[in-house]
DNA sequence: GATGAATGAGTCTTCATTCAT
DNA sequence: AATGAATGAAGACTCATTCAT
């Protein structure tokens, strides 16, 4: 039966990819080494080059996998008929990363960094890293029609605007906690909270330039 | 007198960071080969080597160098008696880290990737880097502080948290426009601005998952 | 199967080191390059590398294979029930010596002072050489034991003395050899039957320092 | 006045090659850096390049003056009007070779080690290096027509025979002293003594062949 | 003459990938 | 299909020597 030999290949690339991830965790994305990921992944040498064509393609699909594990995660928070407020919708997707990372002990947040510098010379990479990202910002753009839909959030503003905002805050929360640590969603949301609370808070880019 | 001057020392190592910095942009940091960066310099193998130990000096060397430049840009931003407000420094600082970008074609917030993921790995960086964004978030919430003296927010805010949602805010601003591009800094502004004028906005994060 | 058999293993190390030792025989330890290494082994860079660690290993390698050879070669000749006279045991390790050198072509008395040489610096070599050389001292001072069980020498000898001075001239016939020439081993054995045939040889050292 | 220039002259040259000597016993040849030299001469590169055309000419400079101070110091013993008897002479050259040793903290017996290897592939230093032993080896014959003259010697022995034991004695004495230590001029000159007064000593190597 | 900055050929070594078995 | 030995191109770095000042 080839269905059993085709959930024996799956499994096999998932141990692969798992190996890599947590070499790349370890090393780094270019030290490490395919002698590293073949003793990580338990296989052989000829095994690892059967399941992936080079190093290039396992940097590939280990990112690839990974963004496609948080996609799964965020779907049903960001695709929901009544989302959270942007507080609480911000804390959602920050702990989701976290938690994800606590799971299998892919840290996420380091992972994504390494990936944001490959993805700098690697056109591949930067293709699929571009489309989740995008997709991402989409889909917080489209929370965001959901707020003006039920009137949280004034008409008149560009939901696309809205989830760059909130895409930068996600992004920033990551290398914050990746880079300097002492950074908790709550406390993103919690700063955010008063920042916005600023009389006249002049969050408007333009007026603060004109003023 | 074959002494070299201190200045033209200075001209040299100069010389040598802008053309290493100009093949990280390009090639990454790992794929920069030393060949690379001496070509580019216009210097020989030898004289390479005589102002910089090694390929890591010369990593730690470019992306310490930005590190500085970019504070002196802030410098004058963040440490002003009177402080735009949230929105209006938010933009300040994000416009001149485009603009930072602009003037000598390396590209800052690209560069700025490369050396967080650079970091993962590189302890000496880990830790000047880490220097550096604490001192940053540090400004930021000595800002808040003056903002909260000025009853521009509330003072019963901590002005730490502050300074960690605007850290990420312009960190996430980065990433984005590294990574996806599309966004300018009063894009985030204006987002931003949005998303805090919900109704019951529910920035703390507390109620956010209380709710 | 690609897995190689431990005799081909085997074979190919010796092919290395025999390749390794020709090569040191002409150009010196450290003039020796890997590429020299390399193409006299007739293999690959890598597969070179794949025996060996790096050049101070095959170094050592090549030195101590010298070493273990020589040795296999004196213990008959040490360890025997009825040893020949110290003149004669002299002649017959000189002569194994020269046999030794003469069988692979790899002349072992300029092997031996390569070795002197590197040991100097190389703390393992040296400890390896140490060792070889204090189990030969030991070895020529058993054989001494035995002379004065047999009554050849008088039992009031200092039997590590003796071993001492057999030594010496053995590794001084060595250096002579391969630095001047025109030494065999019998003219050793002559001259030294000669000089201690002098009246009042005076070979005791204290009395030659009193008088 | 170009005499004091000319004392100036061969002071730097004393210098360098004095340093060059203390960088060869902690180095060994090869691994002794021109800038080693430099750097411990206390000249500059310049300076050490006018006074010597390369580091071929430095070893072979260190390692001649090292031959001639040696030269110088055993003139006395073996040019007499009344040497020693065998065994005191042997004490006397051993001794002063450790005492020479301990003067200057030059280590006579280490550089002649590293000397000898060097020779193996530098055909200038081979010959200068020759010249002085066959020199060295003629003079010991030079004593034993001495020893047969006084009576001490029978006069049926080749000279020449005798000179090339007590050098091979005295090389191994060096080889010995350098690579395993414990030895002292007069062990090896007791051990000697004990083993020539073997009943039957055969030392005569062809006696030894034959039985 | 003196200086030391600059040169660049030459070394060791690694590692992605292939392919005989 | 699987194995891991072999390949060799490519990279980091050193250091003897030169020569402009």
Known sequence: ??????????????????AARRCFLREGLHA?????????????????YSYFK????????ALKTSMVEL??????????????PPG???????????????????????????????AQRNARLRSSM???YIAFRNDLAGVAKEWQRTGIIDSSADPEDIGKALLALVLGF??????I???????ISRGLHWACRASESGLKGSEAKDG
């Open 88 to 118: 609480g919708l911000l804390c959602q997707i920050m702990e989701a990363i976290v938690r994800f990372s606590a799971r299998d002990g892919f840290d996420l947040k380091r992972l994504a960094l390494l990936g944001w510098s490959e």
């Open 174 to 179: 990551v290398v914050q906690a990746a880079i």
């Open 71 to 84: 996609s799964d995660l965020l779907q049903p928070i960001l695709h929901t008929d009544s989302p959270l």
């Open 32 to 48: 490490t080494t395919m002698p590293d990921v073949i003793q990580a992944s338990g296989l052989s040498t000829g095994a690892v």
């Open 1 to 18: 039966m080839p269905i059993i030999s085709n959930e024996k290949r799956d499994a096999r690339r998932t141990q692969i990819l798992n």
């Open 54 to 61: 080079n190093k290039e393609d396992i940097i590939q699909a």
């Open 130 to 132: 571009g489309t989740f």
């Open 181 to 187: 640590g002492e950074v908790e969603p709550e406390t």
